[in-house]
């Protein structure tokens, strides 16, 4: 499999991974998480590269060219120094209490981590990568350093599949900008306006989650969740509209990052959390939609794709759907910094290679297991046998109420489980939404689940509003289902008739075989479909981790390739 123009793409910061591309293809990636078993891992990805390798049956000396993202003072202190990064991941997901002086440090982390990149930060960077690629057996190669927000813009850029677009970025805070604006053309990615870090919208919704006493860069899916409790208000009544905006194509603020958190502290003091919530969501949705108005518009452009944390945020999407003149809107599926290794990879593969698309059919791009290896990871607890038709099987157990685990070919990339490592159940049963939520994945009664669907039957079952729903097939975008179809996807919506779908094609064969043979009583291919973890952990992604987790469940039935494993000692639900 070796080919010399290979790149390997790697990120070692929040959510560290590694990406393999050559020619139009995203050969391999993961996500250091899977690997370590540490939620949003941080630090250098060296179990990603690793699994990088193997997939390619290829040694670090024949990789000829690394690319990796960002090099801000900020990223190089802590590459630097490692305790720092590792100290703050402990406490942002709580594993370790906050002490007298985190508040000084906070601040300080926020007008650090604004400066943009220089010579010195540059260069320290570079020879820090470097060592550690060398230290696993890396020589001879070329490393290229690409700026943060370029990165998520080459990712949502050349797998967006439109000849020309114009290309939003939004996140928190990289290589000194909070998000860019970019036109793509003819295979050209052109600056049209950079936003600077100190005026952040991803900042500013990261402030809201933490003052909600969430974790941020983890939890802001439960505010945009929550603010659907309250009653909106008009916004000139949203004090939170006074606190950030846009005008023209630039992010304003009276406040810095800190006094923005002193502000809505305050804000928060007056109001209960889902109205604080509510008013949040709201201004992120104008801010960001204004801002893309103004830039289609100034363009003249009527498609575009984005990238970057921020576009997690799917009532947000929806918002830029609507927008005027706008006819297509991609969203880069691991938006996050997730995906930036993928980013670096594909900017550099154009740099160097001339490569200015990329097929993104599928997202299963992980790490796959022998069938015949899986009852060695099975215990005597367990019963197991082989079975001939698996998607029968697990279309019975579905229907008559069971929850089962679904573990199957090469493990999904990105933020969310697409049927090769899901938790699957009836779409219209709220009593198991419930049981989900409470007992087995532990989380806050008011986050909807989501639902797997056959892409053609997504007209009849959401309001598409004439969108090609293709452009986001993997839970990037929220849709409002049809009133009629309600009850039938009582279990997979908000409490605003909204849900964050999967449209499943041919890039799924079992998993598209599971959904037509329930369409065969439900009348639509539909499931419920969560990801295959407990809160706070990541997905599943070895045979031994599924089996764990059958064990520390009262799931009674895990599918794992052609075989079923049940736990005896489960109740019968």
């Not at 703050?88 to 300080?108: G, H, Q, S, T, V």
């Not at 160097?352 to 060695?376: N, Q, V």
Request: charge should be positive; proline fraction near 5%.
């Amino acid at each position: 499999m070796f080919d010399e123009r290979m790149i390997l793409g790697i990120w070692d910061g929040h959510d560290a991974g590694a990406a393999l591309v050559a020619g139009e293809k995203i050969l391999f990636a993961v996500n250091e998480e899977r690997l370590t078993r540490r939620k949003l891992e941080v630090g250098f990805p060296r179990l990603s590269i690793g699994a990088c390798l193997e997939h390619a049956g290829l040694v670090p000396a024949q990789i000829r060219t690394v690319a990796a993202s960002t090099t801000d003072p900020a990223k190089t202190l802590t590459r630097l120094f490692p305790r720092l990064k590792e100290e703050y991941y402990l406490i942002r997901r709580r594993k370790m209490a906050p002490r007298r002086a985190d508040p000084f440090k906070k601040a300080f982390k926020y007008r650090f981590t604004e400066l943009a990149p220089n010579a010195i930060s540059g260069m320290l960077s570079r020879a820090w990568l470097e060592r550690q690629l060398q230290a696993i057996g890396f020589a001879d190669f070329r490393l290229e350093l690409v700026d943060h927000h370029f990165a998520h813009a080459s990712a949502a850029a050349l797998c967006c599949g439109f000849p020309e677009a114009l290309i939003l970025t939004l996140d928190g805070v990289g290589d000194g900008l909070c998000g860019s604006l970019r036109t793509w053309k003819g295979g050209d990615l052109s600056l049209l306006a950079a936003l600077p870090a100190r005026r952040s919208l991803g900042i500013f919704f990261e402030h809201v989650t933490n003052l909600m006493n969430m974790r941020e860069l983890e939890d802001e899916g439960k505010v945009m969740a929550l603010a659907n409790f309250a009653y909106p208000i008009p916004d000139a009544e949203n004090p939170m509209m006074d606190i950030i905006g846009t005008k023209g194509l630039d992010i304003v603020s009276p406040y810095s990052s800190t006094e923005m958190f002193r502000r809505l502290r305050g804000i928060l003091w007056r109001y209960p959390s889902e109205q604080f919530a509510h008013m949040a969501q709201r201004v992120l949705e104008k801010s960001a939609a204004d801002l893309a108005e103004e830039a289609l518009k100034r363009t003249g452009l009527k498609r575009m794709a984005v990238a970057g944390g921020v576009f997690s945020n799917i009532k947000m999407n929806m918002r830029l759907v609507e927008l005027p003149g706008l006819e297509r809107l991609f969203v880069f599926p691991h938006m996050g910094d997730g995906g930036l290794a993928i980013g670096a990879a594909l900017a550099a593969n154009r740099t160097l290679h001339g490569e200015s698309a990329c097929r993104l059919d599928d997202l299963y791009l992980g790490p796959a297991y022998a069938t015949e290896k899986i009852p060695e990871s099975v215990g005597g607890e367990f019963r197991i046998h082989r079975t001939d038709d698996p998607v029968a099987e697990a279309a019975r157990f579905i229907l008559a109420g069971e929850i089962i685990l679904w573990f199957q070919g090469r493990m999904e990339i990105g933020p969310r489980s697409l049927g090769h490592r899901s938790i699957l159940a009836r779409p219209d049963n709220r009593a198991i939404k419930d049981r989900l939520n409470l007992l087995l994945k532990k989380r806050v009664w008011y986050q909807p689940f989501c639902p797997s669907m056959l892409v053609e039957d997504a007209p009849a079952l959401l309001e598409t509003q004439g969108q090609e729903i293709r452009d986001n097939r993997f839970m990037t975008m929220g849709f409002r289902v049809r009133p009629e179809r309600l009850p039938l996807m009582e279990g997979v919506i908000n409490v605003d008739g909204t849900c964050r779908p999967q449209f499943v094609g041919d890039e799924a064969p079992r998993y598209r075989a599971l959904l037509r043979r329930l369409k065969e009583t439900l009348g639509f291919g539909v499931v419920l479909n969560t990801s295959f973890n407990l809160h706070g952990e990541p997905m599943v992604c070895a045979p031994g981790e599924a089996v764990e987790m059958l064990r520390r469940t009262g799931i009674r039935y895990l599918f794992m390739e052609d075989w079923l494993i049940e736990n005896k000692r489960a109740e019968n639900h």
